[in-house]
């Protein structure tokens, strides 16, 4: 573990993939699990949630679980800004109602652009669960290459900047977007 905030624990580990440092997150949320679900699935909102990204775009829906999406990352001056092609399945136990989700980066999916550097590798999961007492509880786990002449000490350095602030805008969006009871004439 690298880092506590709340209810959110921050570990890293080495791996066999890469020299960059593997991230998991393990939180708790108050918020509703089907209305969670619904928004890990609105493609065209993850400029709302995910740090540092923008120009989020469904470019293929395979069936009711599984999506192609694109998404640019803004990098700091003067590195070069990124972008990914993600390949996304998604599956909800109806026994367990526990979610998962599994996504992968495919680089060569989509022509590069000129300016961008594009990620080639990604691989990030997801696994959701409904708490008996309300609220979820989220197992989330990533590797990534950012692509280019980054060194991967400095990559290791900021690797969970990124995933703790997607985790917490995620939990704002979930919250604020939540549907609210409809009042009645009795409560006014």
């Known amino acids: 573990m690298v880092k506590q905030e709340g209810k959110t ?11 960059i440092k593997e991230v998991r997150i393990k939180t708790r949320m108050e918020v509703d699990f089907d209305h969670f679900i619904k928004v890990l699935g609105e493609v065209d909102k993850y400029d709302r949630w995910v740090y540092k990204s923008r120009k989020p775009k469904l470019l293929k829906e395979v069936g009711e679980n599984e999506m192609y999406y694109f998404i640019e990352s803004d990098f700091p001056f003067p590195l070069n800004d990124r972008d990914m092609v993600i390949h996304s399945k998604q599956e909800l136990d109806p026994i367990s109602k526990v ?10 999916y989509l ?14 999961y997801w696994k959701i ?30 690797i ?9 805008n995620l ?3 979930a919250k604020e977007t939540s549907p609210r009871p409809s009042s009645t004439v009795a409560d006014k």
Do not use: C
């Open 9 to 19: 624990q921050v570990f890293t580990r080495s791996n066999k993939v890469s020299k």
């Open 99 to 108: 979610y998962t989700s599994v996504s992968v980066a495919v680089p060569d």
């Open 111 to 124: 022509p590069e652009h000129k300016k961008m550097v594009r990620i080639p590798m990604l691989e990030a």
């Open 129 to 158: 669960w409904p708490l008996p007492s309300g609220g979820i509880e989220i197992d989330y786990r990533a590797i990534a290459d950012p692509g280019g002449n980054l060194p991967a000490w400095l990559v290791n350095m900021a």
């Open 160 to 168: 969970t900047q990124g995933p703790t602030r997607t985790m917490r």
């Open 171 to 173: 939990e704002k969006l």
